[in-house]
C-alpha cells in the first residue's frame, strides 16, 4: 500500500522529483530511488539534480550536506529527520571549534581540520573557516594527502578508524599520528598531549563497523579457504590489515561484481548491503562477517517516505542558517573540486 502511494507521488511529481538512496538503505527503500550510491557520488549528484524537490533516503548528515549545495529554487527533505549518524554526534561543532583553536594556539603551527563527511554542517563550517575541507571513505587519501600539503599538520575528525586506515596507506609512521585524548568540562578543554605530531586525530568510531573483529576473519578463513575478506575502513585497523581489500560502500559492490562466480566473500559493513548484494549475486557465496544494523539508516521505510511524499508541500525541509552554509559549501566543495 505504501508502495503504492510513493509511485503514485512519483508519477504526480515527474522531474520536479528525485528521490536518493545510500546503500545502507533497505531495499523496500532503493527500489523507490532515482539514484542509489555511497556519500561521494551522491554529494556528486545533488549540484547536478534539476529536480526541486531532493528527497534523501539516508542518514541526517547526508541530507544537511545535500541542503548545504543545494540550489535555491531546491528544497532537500529526509523522510526522518532523527535518523542521526552515532559517529557524526561524536564531534560536535562547539567542541571542534574550541579544540583546532586550541592546538593551534598551544603548538603555533598551521593545522588544516578535514572532516569526514560524516560530521554536522557546523563542522563543515569550522574547517571551511580554518581552510581545511571534507573527504568520503571513498576519497580519504587523496584528501589527506592534499591537506597535508596545505599546513604544518591535519586534525582529522571524526573516525579515528579512518584515519588510521588511510594513514597506514600513506605510509604515515606511528610517531607523526596520535589519537588525541579530549577532556571537557564546562567551558574547559583539556587536550593532555603534547601536540607537535602531523596527524591529530579525532577519538570517534562507528559502532557498526567497530563490531566485526578479527578473530571472525580468521574463523571464517579456517571454515572457507581460499574465501576473500573485504570491510568498509570505518574498521579497525588490524581487521583492515587482515582483510582482502577495503573501501567505500561502492568499492565492496563493485569488488563482488568484479568477482568471478563461485567465489565466497566475507564482508565486514551494514547488513543491508550485505543482503542486497547475496540477492544480486546469487552465483557468488556473499557472507556478512556478522550481522550489524545502522539502526539510524532504517529509520527510513516506506511509511515515513510515503507520507512525506503526500505532504511534501508543507513538511520541513532541511536547511541551514547562511552562516553556517557559505564556509561549509566552501569545505564541501574543496573536496569536489580536488577529486573532480
Ligand atoms: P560510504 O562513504 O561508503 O558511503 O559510507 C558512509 C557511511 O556512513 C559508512 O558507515
Ligand atoms: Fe554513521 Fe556508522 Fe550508521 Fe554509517 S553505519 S551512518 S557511520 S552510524
Not at 569550522?126 to 584528501?143: D, F, I, L, P, Y
Request: hydrophobic share 40%; proline share 4%; with cysteine.
Amino acid at each position: 500500500m505504501y508502495s503504492d502511494i510513493i509511485a503514485d507521488q512519483k508519477k504526480k511529481y515527474g522531474n520536479r522529483l528525485a528521490i536518493l538512496g545510500h546503500h545502507y538503505q533497505s531495499d523496500e527503500i532503493i527500489r523507490h530511488t532515482d539514484l542509489k550510491g555511497d556519500s561521494l557520488e551522491l554529494a556528486r549528484q545533488i549540484e547536478k539534480l534539476e529536480a526541486e524537490y531532493i528527497v534523501f533516503c539516508g542518514v541526517h548528515f547526508m541530507a544537511e550536506s545535500a541542503a548545504i549545495v543545494r540550489r535555491k529554487n531546491q528544497k532537500v527533505y529526509i523522510p526522518d529527520a532523527s535518523a542521526g549518524c552515532v559517529m557524526a554526534n561524536m564531534a560536535p561543532a562547539y567542541l571542534v571549534d574550541k579544540v583546532l583553536t586550541k592546538i593551534i594556539k598551544e603548538s603555533g603551527r598551521k593545522i588544516i581540520p578535514l572532516a569526514y563527511v560524516n560530521t554536522p554542517a557546523a563542522v563543515k563550517t569550522v574547517c571551511g573557516k580554518h581552510g581545511g575541507s571534507v573527504c568520503t571513505s571513498a576519497n580519504a587519501e587523496k584528501m589527506l594527502s592534499w591537506a597535508l600539503e596545505q599546513g604544518d599538520g591535519v586534525l582529522f575528525l571524526p573516525d579515528k578508524n579512518l584515519a588510521l586506515n588511510t594513514a597506514d596507506k600513506l605510509g604515515i609512521p606511528d610517531e607523526k599520528r596520535m589519537i588525541l585524548n579530549i577532556r571537557a568540562q564546562g567551558d574547559q578543554i583539556d587536550v593532555q598531549q603534547t601536540l607537535d605530531k602531523k596527524l591529530l586525530i579525532w577519538p570517534g568510531l562507528c559502532a557498526i563497523h567497530q563490531r566485526f573483529k578479527l578473530s571472525q576473519v580468521e574463523s571464517f578463513r579456517a571454515k572457507y579457504p581460499g574465501c576473500k575478506v573485504v570491510v568498509h575502513p570505518e574498521c579497525p585497523p588490524e581487521l583492515v590489515e587482515a582483510a582482502d581489500g577495503d573501501g567505500s560502500t561502492s568499492y565492496l559492490i563493485k569488488y563482488v561484481a568484479d568477482s568471478p562466480a563461485g567465489s565466497t566473500i566475507i564482508i565486514g559493513t551494514e547488513t543491508n548491503l550485505v543482503n542486497r548484494l547475496k540477492n544480486e549475486f546469487p552465483d557468488k557465496n556473499i557472507i556478512p562477517l556478522r550481522i550489524s544494523v545502522c539502526s539510524n539508516m532504517a529509520k527510513i521505510n516506506e511509511k515515513n517516505l510515503a507520507e512525506l511524499l503526500q505532504n511534501l508541500e508543507t513538511a520541513s525541509f532541511e536547511d541551514v542558517s547562511d552562516e553556517i552554509r557559505e564556509p561549509a559549501r566552501i569545505a564541501l566543495e574543496r573536496m569536489l573540486q580536488v577529486c573532480a
